[in-house]
Nanobody, 115 residues
């Protein structure tokens, strides 16, 4: 059974930082490209960052320079380091694993950025 479990969300202040984690099980993690997405209330799900099996990364303009995606294949985990948080970053954050025609989603972790 494939599971992706996000963690690290919470209530954060503007300007703060947080690292999100997504632990995968039931897949050969090394063979999957990993991505972080978010969905804010009333908005479509948005792709934030991708890291390939080879470690190449790409970012949405909205988070470039503030967020960093990384992976630890030994721990079957992908991370999203978020810095300089803004209220607009408030959303449910999801990770996705993709390989060929297969894709799996986690259930998300809520990040709220507010004073």
């Amino acid at each position: 059974q494939v599971q992706l479990v996000e963690s690290g969300g919470g209530f954060l202040q503007p300007g703060g930082s947080r690292r999100l984690s997504c632990a995968a099980s039931g897949i050969d993690f090394r063979l999957y490209h990993m991505g972080w997405y978010r969905q804010a209330p009333g908005k479509q799900r948005e792709l934030l960052a991708v890291i390939t099996t080879g470690g190449s990364t790409n970012y949405a303009d909205s988070v470039k320079g503030r967020f960093t995606i990384s992976r630890d294949n030994a721990k079957n985990t992908v991370y999203l380091q978020m810095n300089s948080l803004k209220s607009d970053d408030t959303a449910v954050y999801y990770c996705k694993a993709g390989s060929g025609g297969l894709q799996y989603w986690g259930k998300g972790t809520l990040v709220t950025v507010s004073f």
